[in-house]
């Protein structure tokens, strides 16, 4: 073997497995391989300064020395050569891999899935992505015009009530942002409209005139009440019907074309098939107050026509579609409470406390 040959064979063993030389490694093996020419015994001695200028003045710097000059140039060569090598490679292997079947899909699936991403983003249901201009008009005067001012100062206050914490918004007052809410563990409101900021459902007030009431048949609670109140505005009451089309699947323009919103409610308790008469309702005929300061009002005393605040929560449920599938997502209100404002030709009876409250407890 030549010289020149077992000083290359170093530097091929210390290449990585594509044939590339590391640079540092290059910079290594060239001084070691050239010292060896000027200096044979540097492995044994120590070389002093003497020493190595003599040998400089002899030999040349190792730099200039014509047998390491040549094994740079040789090491040169052979790096362009396989980085030469190592790009045609790499391209030829990418250009291979695009070309195959399996990275088109997967090119196709992964623009796919930003689409869905940014779908999901922008295509988040609110109260204002479904009503974007909602109404001004709260009341209208003919619906009002027979009361006294009083009362009709009342009805506006209550129209345009809005409570940010106690998250108590008038029908026609909704919170724009508000939307479905999100899963928790104590705490799962996907199913009820929500502020998103505290994932609490909205409390919503509605005043109007009682159209119809079911609340007991043949004299015995039912399992499952109802009760429409027509809005004091016409607008309102279309915006309603829109808002809850909108937030339906499939969306629709009318599911309530009557115009009155209609809350239910399941009167049988959790774990029991025995229902219980609704009694959420309060006589606010003289002031409007906190539920405790109220009287209570019994919900079969409540008539057509009476002037009413209905409390309740928008909430969405599944049903079947016509394939039997439970596909469709429908909106609706769920009662919570009912107080009465004006009752028309109704006696001026005043009604005791419920019996869960003790008047004058004190321990």
């Known amino acids: 073997m030549s010289q020149t040959e077992s000083a290359a064979s170093p530097d091929k063993r210390s290449g990585n497995s594509e044939g590339t030389l590391d ?77 195959t079947p399996g990275n088109e899909k997967r090119r196709h699936l992964s623009t796919i899935n930003v689409k869905k991403t940014n779908e999901g983003n922008s295509g988040i249901l609110t109260v204002q992505s479904v009503v974007p201009h909602p109404t001004g008009i709260l009341i209208d005067d003919k619906q009002v015009a027979h009361y006294d001012q009083q009362l009709r100062d009342r009805l506006q206050k209550l129209s345009e009530y809005v409570n940010k914490e106690a998250n108590i918004y008038a029908l026609g007052k909704l919170l724009p942002t508000a939307t479905w809410g999100t899963f928790q563990p104590l705490a799962d409101r996907r199913d009820q409209l929500c502020n998103p900021s505290t994932n609490e459902p909205l409390i919503v007030w509605t005043v109007g005139h009682i159209t119809t009431t079911w609340f007991t048949r043949n004299g015995e609670p039912e399992k499952q009440v109802s009760i429409c109140v027509i809005p004091l505005s016409q607008s309102l009451a279309d915006q309603y019907n829109k808002l809850v089309g909108g937030l339906s699947l499939p969306q629709a323009d009318a599911l309530q074309p009557l115009g009155a919103v209609r809350a239910i409610k399941w009167q049988s308790e959790k774990g029991s098939t025995e229902p219980t008469l609704f009694d959420e309702v309060y006589n606010a005929r003289e002031v409007f107050a906190n539920k405790k300061d109220m009287l209570y009002y019994p919900v079969t005393d409540l008539k057509k026509n009476d002037l009413a605040l209905m409390e309740g929560k928008i909430t969405k449920y599944r049903s079947k579609d016509s394939d039997n599938k439970w596909s469709l997502q429908r909106v609706q209100m769920e009662l919570t409470a009912i107080l009465l404002l004006h009752c028309n030709e109704c006696e001026q009876t005043e009604y005791a406390l419920n019996s869960r409250e003790i008047t004058g407890l004190h321990i």
Not at 29 to 58: F, G, N, R
Not at 67 to 77: G, I, K, V
Request: proline share 5%.
């Open 23 to 99: 640079a540092s490694s290059t910079e290594d093996h060239t001084l070691i391989l050239a010292l060896p020419a000027t200096q044979p015994q540097l492995s044994t001695t120590m070389t002093t300064e003497a020493q190595t200028e003599d040998s400089v003045k002899q030999n040349g710097p190792v730099g200039t020395d014509p047998y390491s000059h040549h094994l740079e140039s040789h090491l040169d060569s052979q790096r362009l050569a396989n980085d030469a090598t190592c790009n045609t490679s790499t391209k030829h292997a990418n250009t291979t891999n695009d070309n």
